[in-house]
C-alpha cells in the first residue's frame, strides 16, 4: 500500500512536501515516481527516483522547483515543491512499479501501484 500526505492550500511562491509511506513493499529495491492530474487533464509525470538517491529525473515544468527524495530507513519517498505556481494545483500521486529492480519509468501506464492522492492547491 502506498499512502500520500502533506497536500493543502498555498499561495503562490510557497512550498509544501508531499510524503508517501510504502507498506509492504521491499521498499529498497523498488523504484519510484510522483505523478499528478488536474481536473479534466490526464495524470502526468512528475518525477522518479532510483535505486540510488542521486539518479532522478524530472519533468521540464517541475525542474529546479521540485525535489524527490527517498529515505530506505522509512520507507517513504518525498516531493519538495518550492516556488509553487497555479498550474501546479492538481492531485498527486505517488506509484510503484508493478515488481522490483529495472530503471525509472516515466509513463503512468508502466507503474503497478499507486497511492489514493493528495490535493495541492495553489491559490492567491
Known amino acids: 500500500q502506498l499512502a500520500e500526505s502533506g497536500g493543502g492550500v498555498v499561495h503562490p511562491g510557497g512550498s509544501l512536501r508531499l510524503s508517501c509511506v510504502a507498506s509492504?513493499?521491499?521498499?529498497?529495491?523498488?523504484?519510484w515516481g510522483w505523478f499528478r492530474q488536474a481536473p479534466g487533464k490526464e495524470r502526468e509525470f512528475v518525477a522518479a527516483?532510483?535505486?540510488?538517491?542521486?539518479?532522478?529525473a524530472y519533468a521540464e515544468s517541475v525542474k529546479g522547483r521540485f525535489t524527490i527524495s527517498r529515505d530506505n530507513a522509512k520507507d517513504t519517498i518525498y516531493l519538495t515543491m518550492n516556488s509553487l505556481r497555479p498550474e501546479d494545483t492538481a492531485v498527486y500521486y505517488c506509484?510503484?512499479?508493478?515488481?522490483?529492480?529495472?530503471?525509472?519509468?516515466?509513463?503512468?501506464?508502466?507503474?503497478?501501484?499507486w497511492g489514493q492522492g493528495t490535493q495541492v492547491t495553489v491559490s492567491s
Open positions: 506509484a510503484a512499479p508493478p515488481i522490483a529492480g529495472g530503471d525509472k519509468l516515466y509513463r503512468a501506464g508502466d507503474y503497478g501501484y
Open positions: 509492504e513493499f521491499t521498499f529498497g529495491v523498488y523504484t
Open positions: 527516483i532510483g535505486w540510488n538517491e542521486d539518479d532522478t
